[in-house]
T-cell receptor, first 121, second 110 residues
Framework: AQTVTQSQPEMSVQEAETVTLSCTYD???????LFWYKQPPSRQMILVIRQEAYKQQNATENRFSVNFQKAAKSFSLKISDSQLGDAAMYFCAYRRVSRGAGGTSYGKLTFGQGTILTVHP | SQTIHQWPATLVQPVGSPLSLECTVEGTSNPNLYWYRQAAGRGLQLLFYSVGIGQISSEVPQNLSASRPQDRQFILSSKKLLLSDSGFYLC?????????FGPGTRLTVT
């Protein structure tokens, strides 16, 4: 079974600085997706960034970027120029590639336990 | 555009009472739908998923059940709530390679 581990229960950063959140995962699959979700105090889950395992290039979305190390099964999130609105819980998630009508993955996500990010003004 | 709704937003129920949480999706057809529970602000646990009307798969044995009476409606139910059913319940639908989540329902069982 796939597992996702976030070893940092809490992290903090000064406004305008950079912070990196760690995530490791375990899978025997070669093709999959990885995600970072943000959960602010409203508790709405917001997709931050997505990485396809077959792509060597790291995904970026504005101030958010990932460091995807497939061999090491590592998927970290870097937040640059941190803003007060970045304060939230961040979840790393894994998803197998769907196998079509005969497949069994059905797009299920496996989540890590989350990292609480505090941004200091 | 696609949107996902959940209601109620907040619910306080006594132990032993029934439960019905509703999730509806707009702007798409035949979506894969999911129910997650988040306890104590940590980790999401997948409870049920559905790939079509009347098709429900359960991930963990529990006091809850799910139904999909219509293409874009997914319902989470219980006949008798337990204290351990308290938590934050999130509905999600599969979109391209990811999942998009509803606003959630905060359930407190007293």
């Amino acid at each position: 079974a796939q597992t996702v581990t976030q070893s940092q229960p809490e992290m903090s950063v000064q406004e305008a600085e950079t912070v990196t959140l760690s995530c490791t995962y375990d899978t025997s699959e070669s093709d999959y997706y990885l995600f970072w979700y943000k959960q602010p105090p409203s508790r709405q889950m917001i997709l931050v960034i997505r990485q396809e395992a077959y792509k060597q290039q790291n995904a970026t979305e504005n101030r958010f970027s990932v460091n995807f190390q497939k061999a090491a099964k590592s998927f970290s999130l870097k937040i640059s120029d941190s803003q007060l609105g970045d304060a939230a819980m961040y979840f790393c998630a894994y998803r197998r590639v769907s196998r079509g009508a005969g497949g069994t993955s059905y797009g299920k996500l496996t989540f890590g336990q989350g990292t609480i990010l505090t941004v200091h003004p | 555009s696609q949107t996902i709704h959940q209601w109620p937003a907040t619910l306080v129920q006594p132990v032993g009472s029934p439960l019905s949480l509703e999730c509806t999706v707009e702007g798409t057809s035949n979506p894969n739908l999911y129910w997650y529970r988040q306890a104590a602000g940590r980790g999401l646990q997948l409870l049920f998923y559905s790939v079509g009307i009347g098709q429900i798969s359960s991930e963990v044995p529990q006091n809850l059940s799910a139904s999909r009476p219509q293409d874009r409606q997914f319902i989470l139910s219980s006949k008798k709530l337990l204290l351990s059913d308290s938590g934050f319940y999130l509905c999600a639908w599969k979109y391209l390679a990811g999942q998009y989540f509803g606003p959630g329902t905060r359930l407190t069982v007293t």
